[in-house]
């Protein structure tokens, strides 16, 4: 079985920042990428930024400049620097990993999700 687990949500004014982890653990071999997605209220979850095993990284237009992915492969651990937050960023924040089991078969997991709010 395979897990992730997220941390360091929270409340922060606009303008403020917050680091967001997330951390995979459980039967893995490898994996292949890490993301984070978010949910606001009444609308659908959209990508937020993923990034590769080889540090490929992806981004929405509406963070670019102010997020930042990066990630520790030797820990299974993704982080999410998000710098200059507006009140639209608020949403509940979700952890997506994607790779292989120690059975090789694939694996897709996604967290509990953490919530992120920005006051205005």
């Known amino acids: 079985q395979v897990q992730v687990v997220e941390s360091g949500g929270g409340l922060v004014q606009a303008g403020g920042s917050l680091r967001l982890s997330c951390a995979a653990s459980?039967?893995?071999?490898?994996?292949?990428?890490m993301g984070w997605y978010r949910q606001a209220p009444g609308k659908q979850r959209e990508l937020v930024a993923t990034?590769?095993?080889?540090?490929?990284?992806n981004y929405a237009d509406s963070v670019k400049g102010r997020f930042t992915i990066s990630r520790d492969n030797a820990k299974n651990t993704v982080y999410l620097q998000m710098n200059s937050l507006k009140p639209e960023d608020t949403a509940v924040y979700y952890c997506?990993?994607?790779?292989?089991?120690?059975?090789?078969?694939?694996?897709?997991?996604w967290g509990q999700g953490t919530l992120v709010t920005v006051s205005s």
């Open positions: 459980g039967s893995i071999f490898s994996i292949n990428a």
């Open positions: 997506n990993a994607k790779g292989w089991r120690k059975s090789l078969l694939l694996f897709e997991v």
């Open positions: 990034i590769t095993s080889g540090d490929s990284t």
